[in-house]
């Protein structure tokens, strides 16, 4: 199983973006998908998730300004960022729980990373 992400880039401060991020290989289903934020000098920490109902949760700090989507039927996750802000910059990392095809579920996959750079 691998997460290919992409869409990463530099913004200005009150711009978007829009990442995405597709699951490959032996995949029987995914469930819960996620995007996470390694601030320069800090802990990864959960940015947004989204189950395969599409129920979403997001951080307080990018309420209302970031939103997450999924195409089931292609195994992507989307992260709409709006009113991009200096402080959103770092790397954004993917993760999934998967069920792959020798009926293992796992959370433990993810992207490789995509640098998102607001600068002010």
């Known amino acids: 199983v691998q997460l290919q992400a992409s869409g990463g880039g530099l913004a200005q401060a009150g711009g978007s973006l829009t990442l995405s991020c597709s699951a490959s290989?032996?995949?029987?289903?995914?469930?819960?998908m996620r995007w996470y934020r390694r601030a320069p000098g800090k802990q990864r920490d959960l940015v947004a998730g989204?189950?395969?109902?599409?129920?979403?949760n997001y951080a307080d700090s990018v309420t209302g300004r970031f939103t997450i989507s999924r195409d089931n039927a292609k195994k992507t996750v989307y992260l709409q960022m709006s009113s991009l802000k200096p402080e959103d910059t770092g790397v954004y990392y993917c993760n999934a729980e998967v069920l792959n095809s020798d009926w293992v579920l796992s959370s433990n996959y993810w992207g490789q990373g995509t640098q998102v750079t607001v600068s002010s």
């Open positions: 290989g032996s995949i029987i289903m995914v469930h819960d």
């Open positions: 989204i189950t395969s109902g599409g129920g979403t």
